[in-house]
Each structure stands twice: as structure tokens, then as C-alpha cells.
């Protein structure tokens, strides 16, 4: 692993210009359980009902009151690796992150470019007229919870069968075309189009590492190596053999 992380450090330098893309793996050591690894939140909600747009319509009570259960159980923090990111960006290397997280954790660790391929579970969005609500402002005592136009907020999460945002989709695939390298942090890369991401970065000649603790359908195929490991133990290490690199 260290030979890795070594070279990790050295294309990153050589790159400069470096985009990542995170899953829900990179918030796990925050608390926040990931969908498909053994964990009784998702075992409980299953994401494809819960977090699916058609259930949103026909009862908005469910998905809510899993939002309202995932907050109360996750009073999370960002995690080493969210931290070495941040300072990724500070040293000039990362340009942005491509999260699919709706966790606000990256922002929270300090990274200005934070692109939310999936949208932000810490917001709400009125669906009659539009107005945007901070998640800790409102009263989930009542679900769904309404605007004060009477109005039913929906999480401003993208749910299952809705489109990813247009900016944000831009913007990715923008990213992906312009890195010299792109880390894949804690992703199992199924679920698409973020999954393409990668494929883009690679297709326009960017080195393509991973960082998960086993491998993933990009491993061998789109990746150019992968560093089996945590999220907030290997991108420290990282962060750390760049700064070694540069003094
Ligand atoms: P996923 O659950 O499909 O895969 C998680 C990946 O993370 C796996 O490959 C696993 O090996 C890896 N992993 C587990 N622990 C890790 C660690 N400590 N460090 C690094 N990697 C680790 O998640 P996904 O690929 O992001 O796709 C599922 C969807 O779930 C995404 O759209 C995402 O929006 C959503 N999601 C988000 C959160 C969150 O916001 N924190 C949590 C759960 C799910």
C-alpha cells in the first residue's frame, strides 16, 4: 500500500489539475451507513421504495420519516478523509468534487467546489412554489411538512427516477473531461449516470485511481490502480506523501 500511496502523491503532483468523485463510502467512517454494505439503516428503508420519486407522490410521509430517522441517528462530522480533501484543494491540486453524497459533508470540511451530482439532503424545496428551506429550520413533527404557502416540501435530494440536476450534470462531465486524474473515493460505481463519470475522465486521458476498501466494476477495467483501504486512512496518507513530495 505505501508504494501506492507514494505514486498516488506523484501523479497527483504531475497531474495538477485533479477532480474526485465520492460515494457514499467516503462518509462511513462519519457514521452515515452506506447502501450496500451490511448496515440495519437501508436493511430497514430500502432506498428503491423509500427513496424513489413515485412514493414521494403517493405517500410523502415515508420518505420523510426516513429523512427524519437518518437525521436523528446521524449528528455527523466530517471524517479524516473529508479533511484531506480539503486540504487537497487548499495545496492547488483538487479542482472539485463530484459527490454523490447528499450529506453536506464535503462543504462542511471546508472544499469551495463541491459539485451535488445527487442534491443535498440538508435543504428542502417547496414543489408548489419553489422556495428552499434549511432541513434544521423546519418542523418534521408533522409529515410531509409544508411551506408557508401550504405547499408539500420535498428533500432536495435527487430521488430514484429523477433527473440528476442539469447544472450539476454539466458541470460533472465538464470535470471529467478536463482532469489529468481523477480519484474514485468510496464508490460502487452502479448506479448511473455518476458510474459514467469515470469512463468520461478515462476516455479523455486522465489517470483514473481508486481509493475503496475492495474493488469495484472500474477496478482492472477503468481504473488505472485502485488502493485497497478507508477512505479517512488513505487520502491522510496521501495528502500527507504530496506535502513529503513537495518540500
Ligand atoms: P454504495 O453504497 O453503492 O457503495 C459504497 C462503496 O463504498 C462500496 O464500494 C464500499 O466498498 C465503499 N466503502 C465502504 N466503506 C468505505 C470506506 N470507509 N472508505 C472508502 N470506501 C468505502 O454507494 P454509492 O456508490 O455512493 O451509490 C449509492 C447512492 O447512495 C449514491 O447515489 C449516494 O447518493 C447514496 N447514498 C449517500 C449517502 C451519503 O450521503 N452519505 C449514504 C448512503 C447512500
Not at 446521524?74 to 479524516?80: E, I, Q, S
Not at 470540511?109 to 442534491?119: D, L
Not at 408557508?148 to 435530494?157: F, R, T, V, Y
Request: proline content about 7%; charged content about 20%; overall charge neutral.
Amino acid at each position: 500500500m505505501e508504494d501506492l500511496i507514494k505514486k498516488a502523491a506523484e501523479d497527483i503532483i504531475k497531474a495538477q489539475r485533479v477532480s474526485a468523485l465520492t460515494g457514499a463510502g467516503m462518509s462511513a467512517e462519519s457514521g452515515i451507513p452506506t447502501f450496500r454494505d451490511p448496515g440495519g439503516f437501508w436493511e430497514r428503508y430500502n432506498p428503491e421504495e423509500y427513496a424513489h420519486i413515485n412514493t414521494f407522490f403517493s405517500h410523502p410521509e415515508k420518505p420523510w420519516q426516513m429523512v427524519k430517522d437518518f437525521d436523528i441517528k446521524v449528528k455527523a462530522k466530517p471524517n479524516p478523509g473529508h479533511l484531506a480533501l480539503a486540504e487537497l484543494e487548499s495545496l492547488g491540486f483538487l479542482r472539485e468534487i463530484i459527490t454523490q453524497n447528499v450529506d453536506n459533508l464535503h462543504q462542511q470540511a471546508g472544499n469551495s467546489q463541491v459539485i451535488e451530482f445527487h442534491g443535498n439532503l440538508r435543504r428542502a424545496v417547496c414543489l408548489t412554489c419553489g422556495k428552499y428551506y434549511e432541513l434544521a429550520k423546519i418542523s418534521l413533527e408533522i409529515l410531509p411538512p409544508r411551506c408557508e404557502c401550504n405547499g408539500i416540501l420535498k428533500p432536495d435530494a435527487v430521488f430514484f427516477g429523477e433527473p440528476i440536476p442539469q447544472e450539476a450534470y454539466r458541470r460533472s462531465y465538464e470535470a471529467a473531461r478536463s482532469c489529468k486524474l481523477m480519484l474514485v473515493i468510496g464508490t460502487s460505481a452502479v448506479v448511473y449516470p455518476a458510474a459514467s463519470i469515470p469512463q468520461i475522465a478515462k476516455q479523455a486521458g486522465a489517470v483514473v485511481v481508486e481509493v475503496n476498501p475492495q474493488p469495484t466494476p472500474l477496478t482492472g477495467v477503468i481504473s488505472d490502480y485502485i488502493i485497497i483501504g478507508k477512505a479517512g486512512v488513505v487520502l491522510p496518507e496521501i495528502v500527507k506523501a504530496v506535502k513529503n513530495l513537495l518540500c
